[in-house]
């Protein structure tokens, strides 16, 4: 159950083999394959020294049922590769991400992020508010999103 799961965090170079393995699974999974979007997920981002990795662990040892990641892009954070597994949609596991990703950065702290498009409405329940013209990425349309710092 979602609300039994525990958010962990921790940058690349604390995450072991399994964790790494097990995030990039799921995202492979959702972006990927079930969105038919074929792209290079993995990036620079994923192993900078100022990105945080949040996840919840599933049932199994080495599988991860939802995640997102934080880091630095210039003056604002970013929050990207926000993605869960279809049986923990709708359980409120995505929101406690945001909210721990959210409470990390400090209500101080710019966010922005690119939301596809039909989540943007997930996105404003945490203070963002698009902040630019609808784009297709992909093959997907997105809407930049921002949560301006207090």
């Given at each position: 159950?979602?609300?039994?799961?525990?958010?962990?965090?921790?940058?690349?170079?604390e995450l072991d083999g399994p964790t790494v393995f097990a995030l990039a699974r799921l995202r492979q999974?959702?972006?990927?394959?079930?969105?038919?979007?074929?792209?290079?997920?993995?990036?620079?981002?994923?192993?900078?020294?100022?990105?945080?990795?949040?996840?919840?662990?599933?049932?199994?040892?080495?599988?991860?049922?939802?995640?997102?990641?934080?880091?630095?892009?210039?003056?604002?954070?970013?929050?990207?590769?926000?993605?869960?597994?279809?049986?923990?949609?709708?359980?409120?596991?995505?929101?406690?991400?945001?909210?721990?990703?959210l409470d990390l950065a400090g209500p101080e702290a710019d966010v922005v992020l690119d939301s596809q498009?039909?989540?943007?409405?997930?996105?404003?329940?945490?203070?963002?508010?698009?902040?630019?013209?609808?784009?297709?990425?992909?093959?997907?349309?997105?809407?930049?999103?921002?949560?301006?710092?207090?």
């Amino acid at each position: 159950m979602a609300g039994m799961r525990e958010i962990r965090q921790g940058r690349f170079g604390e995450l072991d083999g399994p964790t790494v393995f097990a995030l990039a699974r799921l995202r492979q999974s959702v972006f990927v394959v079930e969105q038919e979007c074929p792209y290079p997920d993995l990036d620079g981002h994923d192993t900078a020294a100022s990105t945080v990795h949040f996840w919840a662990a599933g049932d199994e040892p080495g599988e991860a049922v939802a995640c997102l990641r934080l880091l630095h892009d210039g003056a604002s954070l970013r929050i990207g590769r926000v993605c869960c597994v279809p049986e923990e949609r709708g359980t409120g596991l995505s929101g406690r991400l945001m909210a721990a990703a959210l409470d990390l950065a400090g209500p101080e702290a710019d966010v922005v992020l690119d939301s596809q498009t039909y989540a943007a409405g997930f996105y404003r329940k945490y203070g963002f508010v698009e902040d630019g013209e609808e784009y297709v990425e992909d093959g997907i349309p997105h809407v930049p999103m921002r949560r301006a710092g207090k």
